[in-house]
């Protein structure tokens, strides 16, 4: 049995179990990513689909997801290869691939308009060592490896990634600690510490699914956007407002199918609030 450091839940994990996520079990006393090198998706996808509007727009990506997720998201629209209750993801077709055969992949596609590796779909933070493995090898091509990622780490899996990666998409699902806790069961402050760090060694854009009658009031997007404004870059200068933000529509799925989709008018709305404070936001699924 060992306790698992990467996200705020610090599972106890029996040997041969797994902890929340799915993905990390023990072996021989030790935590480590059962997930590692198993991929569930692979695609080149265009760099704004991450989403990233101000990372090498008109870019594309080799996309690369594997299985599990420390989130319990209800409206997840990868749950197929995230929720351990909804599917046993253990058993999740996927196929095995190393770090270097993942770099070679890339640059493979280099020809097609590929600028390197995005570790998304899944939690990728859960398997942070073939991350970071897989990273380090993308770099020494000379190509560049982006994070999606709902931010739920230690900072100390941050530190090990930091180097590697050029440029993350974060969620910044809600404002409200009962909101994380209460719909996602998860931390606010953990997603808000990781973003904090990371916006003083990287690229980082942020983006905020809008559920109706849960994160869509005026005020939250208001007092989230004045929080986004005043981060500081790694001089200790506040950035104002330079980091982007994307603002999404919701539409019903997974476990969420008891509301509408989010209205239009709502999603314009909450994004002119936001530019109040932010240069560079966007609208999503609109």
């Known amino acids: 049995m060992a306790v698992c450091g990467v996200c705020f839940r610090h599972c106890n994990i029996p040997e ?10 023990c072996q021989d006393g030790q935590v480590v990513p059962e997930n590692y090198g198993k991929i569930t998706a692979l695609m080149l996808d265009p760099i704004e689909k991450k989403p990233l509007s101000r990372f090498h727009p008109g870019s594309r990506i080799l996309s690369v997801g594997s299985y599990g997720c420390n989130l319990r998201c209800p409206f997840c ?79 100390s899996v941050l530190e090990e990634l930091l180097p590697y990666i050029d440029a993350m998409n974060i969620d910044l699902k809600g404002f409200t600690d009962e909101y994380y806790s209460e719909v996602l069961d998860g931390s606010r402050k953990m997603v808000m510490d990781f973003i904090e760090r990371a916006v003083k060694d990287c690229h980082v854009e942020l983006t905020t699914l809008i559920i109706p009658g849960e994160n869509d009031s005026e005020d939250e997007i208001r007092r989230m956007s004045k929080w986004i404004a005043g981060l500081k870059d790694k001089d200790g200068n506040v950035m104002g407002g330079d980091i982007p933000l994307h603002i999404s529509r919701f539409f019903p799925r997974f476990h969420m199918t008891d509301r509408d989709a989010t209205e239009v008018k709502k999603v314009y709305r909450l994004a002119e609030i936001a530019r109040e404070e932010l240069r560079y936001v966007y609208t999503g699924n609109c």
């Open 77 to 155: 629209q990868n749950y197929d290869i995230s929720w351990g209750e909804a599917v046993n993801i253990r058993e999740k077709k996927s196929e095995e691939i190393t770090p270097q055969e993942l770099a070679d992949t890339a640059l493979f596609y280099r020809d097609r308009g590929n600028i390197g590796v995005a570790f998304t779909y899944n939690e990728p933070l859960i398997g942070y060592e073939f991350v970071r493995d897989t990273a380090k090898i993308v770099h020494e091509a000379g190509m560049l490896n982006v994070l999606v990622s709902n931010g739920t780490a230690e900072l």
């Open 16 to 25: 041969g179990g797994t902890g929340f996520c799915g993905a990390r079990t």
